[in-house]
């Protein structure tokens, strides 16, 4: 299978991926905690929302299009043609979609179309971070961050509890981190056949790091968005 195709193929299934996991986390955390809580819902649906907002409008969005380019316009000639400096170039001809876009535009393969000020396609979410979405995707980030910090505050408590007999033996701090980590779990079940709650080992281990990259990537983008240094491709 070519390279594309996978990349293709993974851009696919990263999204059910996520939703499934996200709905999992919800269930769990709901289940752990013995109730609703009005605090963590209201932060589950603003992730939602904004995740439908990004992909409305990256499925949505439209470039301004033009089949040729205006002859009397001699800074509209093409770059593989001219030879330029993009810097010098009003319009880009696409390959893919066969017309000239207006800069700065880029071509996405996952979406097949062209964008005007596109930052990147994001894996999970299934569509393109674009100018008009930029602020949804921090929202995004930031509520995401909270939910995920939420769950570790309810699942850690009780995973520490039902490892209570294997922590009394050390009660020291490390011995704590090693036992929440994924591949002492995994080692404890194929060497002595204990799942020591495997699963929920994995959801916060597995939680543990997407708070920290979503709180920390999130507020890479609102700080680069509030300075004016947040750039789209292609950088002019």
């Given at each position: 299978?070519?390279?594309?195709?996978?990349?293709?193929?993974?851009?696919?299934?990263?999204?059910?991926?996520?939703?499934?996991?996200?709905?999992?986390?919800?269930?769990?955390?709901?289940?752990?905690?013995?109730?609703?809580?009005?605090?963590?819902?209201?932060?589950?649906?603003?992730?939602?929302?904004?995740?439908?907002?990004?992909?409305?409008?990256?499925?949505?969005?439209?470039?301004?299009?033009?089949?040729?380019?205006?002859?009397?316009?001699?800074?509209?000639?093409?770059?593989?043609?001219?030879?330029?400096?993009?810097?010098?170039?009003?319009?880009?001809?696409?390959?893919?979609?066969?017309?000239?876009?207006?800069?700065?535009?880029?071509?996405?393969?996952?979406?097949?179309?062209?964008?005007?000020?596109?930052?990147?396609?994001?894996?999970?979410?299934?569509?393109?971070?674009?100018?008009?979405?930029?602020?949804n995707f921090i929202l995004i980030c930031f509520h995401t961050s909270l939910a995920c910090l939420y769950s570790l505050v309810v699942i850690g408590p009780y995973l520490y509890e039902n490892l209570r007999d294997i922590l009394e033996q050390d009660p020291s701090v490390v011995n704590v981190i090693i036992n929440f980590c994924f591949p002492i779990a995994i080692a404890r079940l194929f060497i002595f056949g204990k799942t020591s709650y495997l699963l929920l080992i994995t959801l916060f281990d597995t939680l543990f790091s997407v708070w920290i990259v979503c709180l920390v990537y999130g507020a890479w983008k609102l700080f680069n968005c509030y300075t004016g240094r947040q750039r789209y491709y292609p950088h002019s």
């Open positions: 299978m070519e390279k594309s195709k996978l990349y293709k193929l993974a851009f696919k299934i990263c999204p059910p991926i996520a939703l499934i996991f996200s709905i999992l986390v919800t269930i769990t955390t709901l289940y752990i905690n013995e109730g609703l809580s009005p605090l963590f819902i209201f932060i589950s649906i603003q992730v939602y929302l904004n995740w439908f907002a990004i992909y409305t409008i990256s499925q949505g969005e439209t470039t301004a299009r033009r089949q040729t380019r205006d002859e009397s316009d001699s800074d509209s000639v093409a770059i593989t043609i001219a030879q330029e400096s993009p810097a010098n170039v009003k319009y880009w001809y696409c390959d893919k979609c066969q017309n000239y876009t207006y800069k700065p535009t880029q071509h996405c393969v996952v979406c097949n179309k062209c964008f005007h000020y596109r930052d990147h396609h994001c894996f999970f979410i299934g569509g393109c971070i674009i100018q008009q979405n930029m602020g």
